[in-house]
């Protein structure tokens, strides 16, 4: 007889309160009012469906989809790869992932970052991978700077690079920031400070893995993104 999995009740003791006054944008961006349960549509929880026709084959290449041809981003290359699991540590296939961040001296290509960092004409910061039928993933990109925010005087983001996972519907997509193993301002900044269990950061922190590094190439980071369970991934969109 097939016996039921355990359940794992959320631990609401990991995730940060929604206004922490040293995270000064919490204060305004903090709901004030109970959040309002409403009901998804057909249409919310039935798409979309991703397959690997969806993605192209150099979606996950950082390095390459945004560059000149012969052309490189200027920075330390890195890969990015891990598993997507269930809280039993079941993987999970055919998940898209989606990744965007700064590049190798701090700055994003959008239009409202005004960091005086130059801007890498070869470097996009953005990419997107479906997980394979192992649940595996892996980006190849550039190691993102860190970059300067109006928090407070002297304020300086850790290197990091924004997650998002998408499930099986709209309304199933979680986001995250990982961060990256030995960075001295992790334990500093604001945001990460915002989280009061210690284990949490953690899941939060890809760690170097040498079994995976390209000699003479790249420098590889494993981050293994848990989606439900006592081990679960920090999300950002979680209350």
Same mark, same amino acid.
């Given at each position: 007889?097939?016996?039921?999995?355990?359940?794992?009740?959320?631990?609401?003791?990991?995730?940060?309160?929604?206004?922490?006054?040293?995270? $000064?944008?919490?204060?305004?961006?903090?709901?004030?009012? +109970?959040?309002?349960?409403?009901?998804? +549509?057909?249409?919310?929880?039935?798409?979309?469906?991703?397959?690997?026709?969806?993605?192209?084959?150099?979606?996950?290449?950082?390095?390459?989809?945004?560059?000149?041809?012969?052309? +490189?981003?200027?920075?330390?290359?890195?890969?990015?790869?891990?598993?997507?699991?269930?809280?039993? +540590? *079941?993987?999970?296939?055919?998940?898209?992932?989606?990744?965007?961040?700064?590049?190798?001296?701090?700055?994003?290509?959008? $239009?409202?970052?005004?960091?005086?960092?130059?801007?890498?004409?070869?470097?996009?910061?953005?990419?997107?991978?479906?997980?394979?039928?192992?649940?595996?993933?892996?980006?190849?990109?550039?190691?993102?700077?860190?970059?300067?925010?109006?928090?407070?005087?002297?304020?300086?983001?850790?290197?990091?690079?924004?997650?998002?996972?998408?499930?099986?519907?709209?309304?199933? *997509?979680?986001?995250?920031?990982?961060?990256?193993?030995?960075?001295?301002?992790?334990?500093?900044?604001?945001?990460?400070?915002?989280?009061?269990?210690?284990?949490?950061?953690?899941?939060?922190?890809?760690?170097?893995?040498?079994?995976?590094?390209?000699?003479?190439?790249?420098?590889?980071?494993?981050?293994?993104?848990?989606?439900?369970?006592?081990?679960?991934?920090?999300?950002?969109? *979680?209350?």
């Amino acid at each position: 007889m097939k016996q039921d999995a355990e359940y794992y009740q959320r631990d609401p003791n990991i995730h940060p309160v929604a206004c922490t006054p040293s995270y $000064k944008s919490s204060i305004t961006r903090s709901p004030r009012f +109970s959040l309002i349960s409403l009901e998804n +549509s057909i249409s919310e929880i039935t798409g979309p469906v991703f397959s690997h026709s969806d993605i192209d084959p150099g979606d996950n290449d950082l390095l390459t989809n945004f560059a000149q041809s012969n052309e +490189s981003p200027i920075g330390q290359r890195i890969i990015l790869h891990g598993h997507v699991l269930d809280e039993n +540590s *079941r993987t999970i296939p055919n998940t898209l992932i989606e990744i965007w961040q700064a590049n190798a001296c701090g700055r994003y290509r959008h $239009k409202n970052d005004t960091y005086l960092a130059p801007i890498d004409p070869n470097f996009g910061g953005c990419g997107r991978a479906l997980t394979d039928g192992d649940g595996y993933f892996y980006f190849r990109t550039v190691m993102p700077g860190a970059y300067p925010w109006q928090n407070y005087v002297n304020s300086w983001r850790p290197a990091h690079i924004h997650v998002s996972v998408f499930g099986a519907s709209f309304v199933q *997509r979680l986001i995250t920031q990982c961060y990256f193993e030995g960075d001295p301002l992790i334990p500093i900044c604001p945001i990460v400070q915002t989280i009061p269990n210690p284990n949490a950061i953690e899941q939060l922190t890809a760690r170097l893995d040498l079994n995976a590094t390209i000699p003479f190439d790249a420098i590889a980071y494993k981050f293994d993104i848990i989606l439900r369970g006592r081990r679960s991934t920090l999300f950002e969109n *979680r209350f």
